[in-house]
């Protein structure tokens, strides 16, 4: 505990060596325990990105118990958000699908499925509240009502957000149009 405060502290003012010793340290426990929840290179994946948080966030960090939980309690958020983000990904995905292979006649599954990547790529880059707004609406069939409630927005945000997305989606995707009405309709 006592060691755990001295590199804190020692990272917080820049210290390369502390934070050097600290990433030596913990690394290879973080990544064993992360590995409980994803696959072992995204596990390392997301305690490199939780280590460079830490170096990128030192003046402002605070830790209320000891670093050692800090650590292992980010590690755990992190790995619980990237199973969240592959779930709604792989939905979307089988969503795309299910609707794209019902309206295509000659059904070839490479174009499908490349053409479900751009379209679930092109909604990724919308901004982040629309991206989720639009996500509820046309993936969770959730009323606009339940969805500003949610989101604790105004009914008519969501129909902005949903209209402004599907203005930003139909310039990316003009090239598929004729195939995307169940997701402008």
Known sequence: MLEDQLFLEKIQEGDKEAYHEMFVHYYSPLCEYASQFVSDPDAEELVQDVMLFIWE?????????????????????????AIRDRRSRE???????????????DTDYYMVNELAINIEKAIEELPESYCETFKMSRFGDIPNAAIAKQLGISVKTVEYRITQSLKILRVKLKDYLPLLTFLFG
């Open 57 to 81: 966030n030192r003046k402002y960090l605070v830790v209320e118990k000891s670093l050692k939980s800090y650590l292992f309690v980010s590690v755990k958020n992190r790995c619980f958000n």
């Open 91 to 105: 939905q979307i995905h089988n969503f795309l699908y299910e609707k794209l292979k019902n309206q295509i006649e």
